[in-house]
């Protein structure tokens, strides 16, 4: 039997500070190789939040391995031209101008359509259990194989004058100000599928990030007019299949390696980019770029771990589906630790003073933490490495906290993780 599971609630004076009869509690913390410091119900599946990204992280460097590129590519079929994605969740305006710079230098001067080529995710582009409000902001914007921008538009209002980046037609805006009101409000009315700006004239420039709402058709349009620019011209239309015929490619931009994504994940925890990588990790085991081959890919890799009881419905978190115990979590960093990319992943990590720790931490040093934020839940999970060289692993879920319970989670996780780093 392993040491976590001989000792289920060791050194109680570390968890103190997490006990509690009105929330639940999951935690674990031990020595890498070693003892159990701490543990508090680690057998309880909880929701795990945005540390959902650590099973992300860890999949995406196994399964795709660091090196591993997104391609974009634009392929030419008789006289129009085909625009495939495959997951990129870095494909910017840049790109598209790249893309329609060689469409150019290889004779192209004229297209009649251009096609979105879908099939390598498929249709579904909101994660199982996402609450519908979620959609109305950045943080929730939809997974697609073709998305321009992290399938977001930057929103600058300077007064009433209101700016929209990257712009396309499929972008409607709907601004109404007031000046009595209490604030400005920018989100996108999920029905309607406009982004609305109501209320207050901002004294300064104000810019918000928002989701798309037709996504793949904004990347197809903001690619003809990329195109326009460059002086080739489109006499037809343009069309989302998942069904494209192949033809000669022209052009291919590709991503940063995912060595490199999966710290632009984690550190700002970038909803997005967790849900492209789950989604190419299923593509690439399953041959099926869907939600439900990740949660098997998933669930695959904790029974091989003896992970106990889980259920991952999505590659961010946003999930209200997602269950995880505390040794759960701490098994894959035990497993990562053993892996030939095992640094990449740890500095993948948050560290204080900088993404979502930028306000922690400041007098422990050596941590690095994936946070976790849900309505009534907040989770930690990560690394300690501490000065005599014993790593400490941990993690720490919290859930049903309402009231001062909520309000308090974070300084009552950042006291017990201050505790076992020393």
């Known amino acids: 039997?392993?040491?976590?599971?001989?000792?289920?609630?060791?050194?109680?004076?570390?968890?103190d500070i997490l006990d509690s009869d009105s929330f639940v509690t999951s935690v674990l913390a031990r020595e890498r190789g070693g003892s159990v410091l701490a543990s508090r119900n680690p057998d309880v599946p909880l929701p795990p939040a945005s540390n959902t990204k650590l099973l992300t992280a860890a999949l995406s460097l196994h399964h795709l391995g660091p090196s591993y590129r997104f391609e974009t590519r634009v392929s030419r079929l008789g006289d129009s031209l085909v625009l495939s994605g495959r997951g990129n969740p870095s494909l910017s305006p840049d790109d598209l101008s790249r893309l329609a710079d060689a469409v150019r230098d290889a004779g192209i001067g004229s297209v009649t359509n251009i096609i979105a080529d879908t099939e390598w995710f498929g249709d579904q582009s909101r994660g199982p259990g996402w609450m519908w409000e979620d959609g109305r902001y950045g943080y929730g914007a939809e997974s697609t194989p073709l998305a321009l921008s992290g399938n977001t538009?930057?929103?600058?209002?300077?007064?009433?004058?209101?700016?929209?980046?990257?712009?396309?037609?499929?972008?409607?805006?709907?601004?109404?100000?007031?000046?009595?009101?209490?604030?400005?409000?920018?989100?996108?009315d999920c029905p309607e599928n406009t982004i609305r700006v109501e209320g207050k004239p901002p004294g300064e420039p104000q810019t918000e990030t928002v989701s798309v709402?037709?996504?793949?058709?904004?990347?197809?349009l903001a690619f003809r007019d990329a195109l326009e620019a460059k002086g080739v011209n489109h006499t037809g239309g343009v069309r989302v299949t998942d069904d494209a015929e192949s033809g000669e490619t022209v052009a291919t931009v590709t991503s940063p390696p995912v060595s490199?994504?999966?710290r632009k994940m984690n550190v700002p925890s970038d909803n997005f980019l967790a849900e492209q990588l789950a989604r190419t990790v299923a593509r690439e085991v399953r041959a099926e770029g869907s939600w439900d081959a990740w949660?098997?890919?998933?669930?695959?890799?904790?029974?091989?771990?003896?992970?106990?009881?889980?259920?991952?419905?999505?590659?961010?978190?946003?999930?209200?589906?997602?269950?995880?115990?505390?040794?759960?979590?701490?098994?894959?960093?035990?497993?990562?630790?053993?892996?030939?990319?095992?640094?990449?992943?740890?500095?993948?990590?948050?560290?204080?003073?900088?993404?979502?720790?930028?306000?922690?931490?400041?007098?422990?040093?050596?941590?690095?933490?994936?946070?976790?934020t849900l309505t009534g839940s907040r989770t930690l999970s990560g690394i300690v490495r501490r000065e005599d060289g014993t790593d400490v692993l941990f993690s720490v879920l919290l859930g049903g906290l309402v009231g001062d319970d909520e309000e308090r989670a974070r300084e009552r996780i950042d006291a017990f993780v201050s505790g076992v780093a020393d």
């Open 1 to 15: 039997m392993d040491a976590d599971a001989s000792t289920p609630d060791a050194d109680a004076p570390h968890t």
């Open 153 to 188: 538009v930057s929103v600058t209002v300077s007064g009433t004058d209101v700016e929209v980046m990257p712009d396309t037609d499929a972008v409607e805006i709907r601004a109404q100000f007031d000046e009595a009101a209490a604030e400005l409000r920018v989100f996108r």
């Open 213 to 220: 709402g037709d996504p793949v058709r904004h990347c197809l």
């Open 260 to 262: 490199e994504l999966v």
């Open 295 to 372: 949660e098997r890919v998933v669930g695959d890799f904790l029974d091989a771990r003896d992970a106990g009881r889980a259920r991952i419905r999505d590659g961010s978190g946003l999930s209200r589906y997602n269950l995880i115990s505390a040794r759960g979590l701490v098994r894959t960093l035990e497993w990562v630790g053993e892996r030939p990319w095992s640094e990449a992943f740890f500095d993948s990590l948050p560290a204080p003073g900088e993404g979502t720790l930028a306000e922690r931490f400041a007098d422990v040093s050596g941590v690095r933490a994936k946070t976790g």
